[in-house]
């Protein structure tokens, strides 16, 4: 029976293997939307010249570039005559509809005096900016024309890690460059781009790109070219998009308003890492962790405090605290929200009407020391000057100096003003230490600090012994 069985397995036929995929073919998706890539150059008048004629994208920071030098001395322009106004930003852009508008990169029509559009004919026409958003760098152009060739727009939401895309667009000044690779991240959170979750690729993108479209197989816009990171100033692998659903809707309100209005609740926040967690009692890292409130804002008329950990916003649960923004951002001004939180390990909703983010908002001789070795840190009352900066409902002690202990491997500094220990308001150096005697030994607890007119918590792990 066993030998049957074993003849019937190895005469039974192989699985046969899947047939390898042909790699995708781009000359169609690039001959019928090519037409509808443009070149954007800005001139400003010489008194507001900028340092650099090179063509420009944004980068995360990196060193210097040992080839821009040969790109700097190709494109170079003749010198600049008395009266003249001189080119200084080259990017890409593309005609969202047939009769001239154009969406670009905000950082590429900025400042600009005169906006020239070179279309794929080598036509030039003269662009007027309808609005720009500075928070998202999205920015829209018009020329005068009619029947333009168009981009179709994609779902920027549907786009999935290794699916192929292309960009087309002008790196150095040189037009209509198609390039390719793969989606590597989505809703990537970038520190230049708080309301902006970026589409990340491995398609090669270089300074003069800016604005440029990112394509799908389908020859679907889905992104805008924005940035790049980048050590040597030039493409390493690593390029971030703007998706194209917020591009649109961007877009939309510039149109009609030449300006976009956000949400605003007025916290400022922080990520939850594993210590705070614990810290908090959460299962896991999750949510967002209110660090501050802002005075007159939707959040202080709601009651939020400090230490509340933000779990579901409207129903849609908060998984991270850059989503958060971006939700608040697209909420309705005056719309009512309920928001799922976790105060002192306990659940709890509150709900605050959203109101219009006006601007960016900016949060509004030492006495007594005392030290507390377990924690490895002197703290000293403030000064009275310290008291009317930190504001007339808060209180808090000054980190004089740190030594090696739990409080500096929690990441404080001094002249950090510590606001709370364990949840407790910190009203002197006395009462500090006397909280700090009663903290649990071998536990992780929340420190909230002042740094810098921003407040953030730190997670302290004590020491199991004395």
Partial sequence: MLLSTLCWMAAAPARPADPPQPLP????????????????????????KSATRTPALPELPGAENPYLEFF???????????????????????????????????????????IIVRLSDQRERPAKVIGVDELTDVALLKIEGENLPAVKIGDSDALEVGEWVLAIGSPFGLEHTATQGIVSAVGRNLPTGAYVPFIQSDVAVNPGSSGGPLFNL???????????????????????????????????????????????????????????????KLDRPRGALVAQILPDSPAASAGFKPGDIILRYGGEPVEDSSRLP?????????????????????????????????????????????????????????????????????????????????????????DDIILQLNHLPVKSANQFVELARELPKGKVVPVLVRRENESLYLAVRLPEKD
């Fill in 218 to 280: 389908r020859g679907e816009v889905v992104g805008i070219n924005s940035q790049i990171y980048s050590s040597t100033g030039g493409y390493m692998g690593l390029s971030f998009a703007i998706p194209i659903k917020l591009a649109t809707q961007v877009a939309e309100q510039l149109k009609a308003t030449g300006e976009v209005t956000r949400g605003w609740l007025g916290i400022l926040l922080q990520a939850v890492n594993n210590d705070l967690a614990e810290a908090f």
């Fill in 72 to 114: 700097k001395r190709f494109f170079q322009e003749r010198p600049e005559l008395p009266g003249e106004r001189q080119a200084n930003s080259l990017g890409s852009g593309f005609i969202l509809s047939p009769d001239g508008y154009i969406l670009t990169n905000a950082h590429v029509a900025r400042d600009a005096d005169k």
């Fill in 326 to 414: 971006r939700m608040i951002g697209v909420t309705p001004v005056g719309k009512t929200v309920a928001m799922s939180i976790l105060r002192n390990g306990e659940p709890l909703e509150i709900k605050a009407t959203i109101a219009r983010l006006e601007t960016v908002v900016e949060p509004v001789a030492t006495m007594d020391e005392h030290s507390d070795p377990r924690l490895g840190l002197t703290v000293a009352d403030l000064s009275n000057e310290q008291r009317r900066n930190l504001g007339p409902e808060e209180q808090g002690v000054l980190v004089a100096t740190l030594d090696e202990g739990p409080a500096a491997n929690a990441g404080l500094y001094p």
């Fill in 25 to 48: 073919d781009f000359r169609k998706l690039v001959r019928q939307n090519e037409p509808a890539v443009v070149n954007i150059s800005t001139t400003q008048a010489p008194g507001r």
